[in-house]
């Protein structure tokens, strides 16, 4: 059984930002963000702490320049792990469970599991 949960979305939210289709997903592009001790982390905590609406990167408490957290958000979106949408001038992130969970069973949960190092 999977620990990670697929919330409904709230109606009227604004579109998302360009993302690939659920049959563009690659397995060696998703792992390859996901490589990242970074980019693992900020979808570990949307996995495990997220409700069920988008998060703005302050939202992470992560300690980095706004620069570095930009290129690992758009980094996520690229692979397709996760969704942004614009609100005004703040972009905020969800993982794309139901798509991630269609395309690679059982790699969210992987992702969930994971302690990080020290």
Not at 76 to 88: F, M, P, S, V
Request: proline fraction near 8%; charge should be neutral.
């Amino acid at each position: 059984m999977s620990v990670v949960k697929v919330l409904p979305e709230p109606p009227g939210l604004p579109e998302p930002l360009a993302e690939p289709g659920v049959e563009e997903l690659r397995l060696e592009v998703v792992l390859g963000a996901l490589s990242d001790p970074l980019r693992l982390t900020i979808v570990r905590k949307l996995l495990l702490e997220s409700e069920a609406y988008d998060h703005s990167c302050g939202w992470f408490g992560l300690d980095r320049p706004k620069s570095s957290l930009t290129h690992h958000f758009k980094a996520l979106r690229e692979a397709g792990i996760t969704r942004q949408r614009q609100y005004g001038l703040e972009r905020r992130s969800q993982v794309r469970v139901a798509d991630l969970n269609a395309r690679f069973p059982g790699l969210l949960d992987l992702v969930a599991a994971w302690t990080p190092a020290g």
